[in-house]
């Protein structure tokens, strides 16, 4: 039997049915290695005690007869997902300590299923970033090269699955922030369609925007993880009126026509041109052309398609989600919970200190950009025709998926960068979302899988996007080309 860490959450779970090993020996194992690789900077929060009461509840549900993929599996939560027995920051000093009275509808419904909790990870400030700098706690390392950036808001996530400290964690894809992590790490990670997973006791950066979904080893991992986490969720006003879905069905159900040696006979993969600009990385490039010619051996069909405005997400995105978190951000005062200043004259004196104290130089940034384009004399010169436009982006992929399932292409221009590299230049980072953000603007599902390495030897991810509802279809495509290749399952040295 492979090291427990070396599992899988699909294969963790039927070692767990089988009695080959027990929920307490996983998550002690796990909380060891935590312990050992304090350098990555992933964990914020953990409970060794509530994690073992844990594990030994589902043994005991395991003994009693009940059966579960998910029944004793330990992951961890992004920071950005209240929790009621572990502290949640979000990444910011405004909420150090912050205890919730109750747990969000993601971390309560993983509990439902039996997964331990192993603690709270680290991820940029109120999920502001793509590189997991912005942190007020410190920056994550990437594991594949710790002087790199593991990629962001969902930095700690993705190096924690991709360094064997867990089999899987919880993340939030605002503009991308599960998918480039994914990509920078070298595994799996899956943004549902808006609205299938629930928002409540998701600390809001951008609320028509952000989403939460699973990081894992494979898409398998990550379909039984979506499927306990789906579901609507009255509390929720953003959520899809839609029942839990078995995404790992849907993953395993064969399209019509497909075979055993081709099983994607019949899948039309969509090229946008405008994902493979000539100043994509050679290395990224030739990853995702070798991937997408292994998708055709597997009966795949390749299209060429267009989005024409895939450039105008860049300021589209950076005007309505800075609009957003401008608003959603004004809660935190210092009056209710979280910092307040040690000293102040007034009330309007501790609003300024407390706030300006408590926030990161990143969320300031953002907070200042939403508060002007939604100031009277800006709102229609900026903010509507945003709105404008992100209507004109959705159509496009409407367009696209008339002429094929899926849409393809890599997910950031080049792979993960050193740490420091951008940050005395934010744009440079925010342009490194290209890619990711038509998919989050328009609402549709979308993934990455590790397909190859580039510069330094640093993984490469492919992303795969699908219309409205289509996870399945994603899901599908991904799990025939991981049965087929072991990108996957390639780890970092010394993990």
Known sequence: MKAIHEMGVAELGRALGARHVTSVEATKHLLARLAKHPQLGVLLASDAPLALAQARDADARRAAGEAGALLGVPLAHKDIFVTRVLPTTAGSKILAGYLSPFDATVVARLGDAGVVTLGKLNCDEFAMGSSNENSAYGPVHNPWDTTRVPGGSSGGSAA????????????????????QPASFTG?????PTYGVCSRYGMIAFASSLDQAGPLARSAEDCALLLGAMSGFDERDSTSAPRPPQDFHAEMLAAR???????????????LPKEFFPAALAADVNGAVRAALGEFERLGATLVDVSLPRTELSIPVYYIIAPAEASSNLSRFDGVRYGHRAARYTDLEDMYKKSRSEGFGAEAKRRIMIGTYVLSHGYYDAYYLQAQKLRRMIADDFQACFRECDVIAGPVAPTVAWKLGAKSDDPVASYLADIFTLPASLAGLPGMSLPVGFGEASMPVGLQLIGNYFREGTLLHAAHAFQLATDWHARAPAGY
């Open 256 to 270: 019509p026509g497909a075979g055993a040696s081709q099983p994607l006979t019949g899948l039309r993969i969509g």
């Open 187 to 191: 595994i799996t990670g899956i943004k």
């Open 160 to 179: 924690a699955v991709a360094a064997r400290l867990m089999p899987a964690a919880t993340g939030t894809d605002t503009g991308g922030s599960i998918r």
